[in-house]
């Protein structure tokens, strides 16, 4: 079965860097596009980045120049390299594949 599983969250300071890793498996990870998505508390889960089977990749607006979303086919890994944290980035991150297969999240909090 479809299996989605985040790592790499965690507990940073104002302007750190982190580095969110999605391991998948059973589906075609080679010809799938994978996305990040992110809900903060009390806030609806939102867009923070998509890389498509080509390694096209889309930002949301607030993520562009901070976030780069990259994909390893040969070990159907994606990441999300995470620079200049804030604390409004603080929200659980999600891994997604085709909008369709979901991970179980992993916390980032930014706080001093």
């Known amino acids: 079965q479809v299996q989605l599983v985040e790592s790499g969250g965690g507990l940073v300071q104002p302007g750190g860097s982190l580095r969110l890793s999605c391991a998948a498996s059973g589906f075609t990870f080679s010809s799938s596009t994978m996305g990040w998505y992110r809900q903060a508390p009390g806030k609806q889960r939102e867009l923070v980045a998509t890389?498509?089977?080509?390694?096209?990749?889309n930002y949301a607006d607030s993520m562009k120049g901070r976030f780069t979303i990259s994909r390893d086919n040969a070990k159907n890994m994606v990441y999300l390299q995470m620079n200049s944290l804030k604390p409004e980035d603080t929200a659980v991150y999600y891994c997604?594949?085709?909008?369709?297969?979901w991970g179980q999240g992993t916390q980032v909090t930014v706080s001093s």
């Open positions: 997604t594949g085709n909008y369709r297969d």
């Open positions: 890389i498509t089977s080509g390694g096209s990749t």
